[in-house]
């Protein structure tokens, strides 16, 4: 069956650490992003990509980075710059128009500061 | 400025007990609102796409309809197995997400 898969589930970082959590899809889709969910607060978009080699800042995105080397795969990185990364990240694809379903949702990464 | 407003934040009902969830919006030019459903640790679901005022979709217990200003969310006869958090998303130059109702159904 296709669809996205995020890993690892749980990630605990120490001060001055980066990390990288890892979203893969098998859907086909061309674009994939990244959101942060926060307890009371919709979901921020940090990144997106839309074609491979070519991706773009959301309203969130600093302190973190990303890579599109494959159309499959999108990892971010959350860096010592990130001053409070403890949260749940999701990540998503789509086709290019969004398409009927909108986004199709990894299962999210709880990173935890420790 | 494009932003969609959910309520309520919270919504306690009896297994049974009817009621409906709210997602209002201000958006140019809307290209899709959407409704998931997202458990606790884990990604949002779709649920249903709403194109153009007038238009109702049905999935078992839950029913989406929309407006022009406004999208609801009908449950009708909920079970607990329906406890969960609704996200309403609408589709214009962007998309938004709006902060969710989570409901807990009582046995």
């Known amino acids: 069956d296709g669809g996205i898969t995020q890993s690892p589930k749980y990630l605990f970082r120490k001060e001055g650490q980066n990390v990288t959590l890892s979203c893969e899809q098998n859907?086909?889709?061309?674009?994939m992003y990244w959101y942060r969910q926060d307890p009371g607060q919709g979901l921020r978009l940090i990144y997106y990509s839309q074609i491979v080699n070519d991706f773009q800042k959301g309203d969130i995105a600093e302190g973190y980075s990303v890579s599109r080397e494959k159309k499959e795969s999108f990892p971010l990185t959350v860096t010592s710059a990130q001053k409070n990364p403890t949260a749940f990240y999701l990540c998503?694809?789509?086709?290019?128009?969004?398409?009927?379903?909108?986004?199709?949702f990894g299962s999210g990464t709880r990173l935890t500061v420790v | 400025e494009d932003q969609v407003t959910q309520s309520p934040e919270a919504l306690r009902l009896q297994e049974g007990e009817s009621s409906s969830l709210n997602c209002s919006y201000t958006?140019?030019?809307?290209?899709?609102l959407f409704w998931y459903r997202q458990d606790p640790g884990k990604g949002p679901e779709f649920l249903f796409t709403?194109?153009?005022a007038g238009e109702e979709k049905e999935k078992e217990r839950l029913k989406a309809t929309l407006t022009k200003k406004e999208s609801f969310l009908h449950i009708t006869a909920p079970k607990p197995e329906d406890s969960a958090t609704y996200l309403c998303a609408v589709f214009g130059n962007q998309f938004y997400f709006g902060t969710g109702t989570s409901l807990t159904v009582i046995p």
């Open positions: 998503a694809s789509s086709t290019r128009d969004r398409g009927y379903y909108g986004y199709t």
């Open positions: 709403l194109y153009s």
């Open positions: 859907l086909n889709h061309d674009a």
């Open positions: 958006v140019s030019g809307l290209r899709g």
